[in-house]
């Protein structure tokens, strides 16, 4: 079946660091990819999406590259700042259907 | 325009009650999920409304249940709550027909239930 495997965190970093979360998937046909993220006490926000291969989302500083010959979608940003210490989710939505898959998450904290 | 908004934020219960947990999406958006949170088995999906009906169901016992009006908003209930059910509940909207691909959900804040 479709599932997300993501880099196991906690991950620290110092600010103005560069940050890449692994995200590799499994899923038949041809899905979109997503990053969300959950800041303390709060719901998921989009961050960014992709929903064809090579394409490029981006937000914030934050870019992934939908990779389908390595089905991967990495979250790279090349200086991190104290304000995006949160927890990253990778998500996958099948072609057909409303239901995503999530990744587990990864906690990332950024130190002055 | 307002995001999605769940009610209440925080709840306790005790073992064996029912509880009641409401979503309203966007304006608009006529699909509506609901995922159970949790440290252990972190997000977890519980079921798709569209237009009223169920169209999925992850694979939760059948004391979680839920339902959709004719105005999207949606309710979420449990009943003989365990204390394994205590979870960070989710709901999120999406403006969609039949497919998802391409779109995002936009999440509510959740809410917090906790059973002791």
């Known amino acids: 079946g479709d599932s997300v495997t993501q880099m196991e965190g906690p991950v620290t970093l110092s600010e103005e660091a560069f940050l890449t979360i692994n995200c590799t998937y499994t899923?038949?046909?041809?899905?979109?990819l997503f990053w969300y993220v959950q800041y303390p006490g709060e719901g998921l926000q989009l961050l960014l999406k992709?929903?064809?291969?090579?394409d490029k989302g981006s937000n914030k500083g934050f870019e992934a590259t939908y990779r389908k010959e390595t089905t991967s979608f990495h979250l790279e940003k090349g200086s991190v700042q104290v304000s995006d210490s949160a927890v990253y989710f990778c998500a996958l939505s099948p072609n057909t259907g409303n239901q995503f898959y999530f990744g587990t998450g990864t906690s990332l904290t950024v130190i002055p | 325009k307002a995001g999605v908004t769940q009610t209440p934020r925080y709840l306790i219960k005790t073992r064996g009650q029912q509880v009641t947990l409401s979503c309203s999406p966007i304006?608009?958006?006529?699909?509506v999920s609901w995922y159970q949170q949790t440290p252990g088995q972190g997000l977890q999906f519980l079921f798709e409304y569209f237009s009223e009906t169920q169209r999925n169901k992850g694979n939760f016992p059948g004391r979680f249940s839920g339902r959709q009006f004719s105005n999207s908003r949606s309710e979420m209930n449990v009943s003989t709550l365990e204390l394994g059910d205590s979870a960070l509940y989710l709901c999120a909207s999406s403006a969609h027909s039949d497919r998802t691909s391409g779109y995002g959900y936009t999440f509510g804040s959740g809410t917090r239930l906790t059973v002791v």
């Open positions: 899923a038949t046909g041809y899905p979109s």
């Open positions: 304006s608009g958006h006529r699909s």
């Open positions: 992709a929903t064809k291969a090579d």
